[in-house]
């Protein structure tokens, strides 16, 4: 996983639980390269390990996590980069959904664009208190695209049109009627506690042909559309439109299409 020093993911095993947690509050747990690799070795760790049946991913800080890391640099066409970050994404959701074993999303924070996409392929989540959520995608000029392939199976079809449109920020039990979450609690260590153990009183094989039925169709988008969405995902990030809408984020002033 990494030295401690360059530590963004910690991983830790408690019994048949694997507990993989966000641990870079410093940019809200924002998805640099660096922490997509650490989760993908802490899914790999997890996988090897016969003790475990479980894992939880959670968070420290107020954030669960705020999407991609804007602030990577990058060299070489931006275009060819976005499109590799995308297919990035792209891997680790798979990654989570592929996962013989269950995944269960711990979440007491905020949850904005691609950390969305992490919850939605997960596939237990609860969300307490202090959680809110936002797809604030189309109000910079991009759209919540790889990210779709986990969260639009999930979402009711008026719930996605409403939010991938306005952007507007919704609580933790909106989230939950709406299927972006399994459940809302007021003690999120205390709901999970709970759902680890049922899911402990499952064999191994029972839960990965278990969830191997309710993973199938959603295999199959990111069979059919990953690339088609990393490629779309950069196209937009390259464009004029883009630029201005993330040039206004940055400058806190509204972007030129807001009058």
Known sequence: MGSEMNRLVTYAV???VARLTLDSPHNRNALSTRLVEQLHAGLRAAA???AVRTVV?????????????????SDGDP????????REMAALLRAIVQSPMPVVAAIDGHVRAGGLGL???????VAGPRST?????????????VISLTLLPKMTARAAARYYLTGET?????????????????????????IVTDLGRGSPQGLAASKALTTADVLARFDRDAEDLATESARLFVSEEAHEGMLAFLQKRPPRWVR
């Open 48 to 50: 090897a390990d016969p």
């Open 57 to 73: 991913l959670g968070h420290t800080g107020g954030t669960f996590c705020a999407g991609a890391d804007l602030s990577e640099a």
């Open 170 to 194: 919704f609580t933790a039990p909106t989230a939950a009627e709406i299927g972006v979450i399994t459940l809302a609690a007021d003690d999120v260590d205390e709901a999970i506690a709970g």
């Open 119 to 125: 919850v939605g392929a997960c596939d237990i989540a």
């Open 14 to 16: 408690d019994g048949h």
């Open 79 to 86: 275009f060819d980069m976005t499109a590799a970050r995308g």
């Open 133 to 145: 959520f936002a797809l604030t995608e189309a109000r910079i000029g991009v759209a919540p695209a």
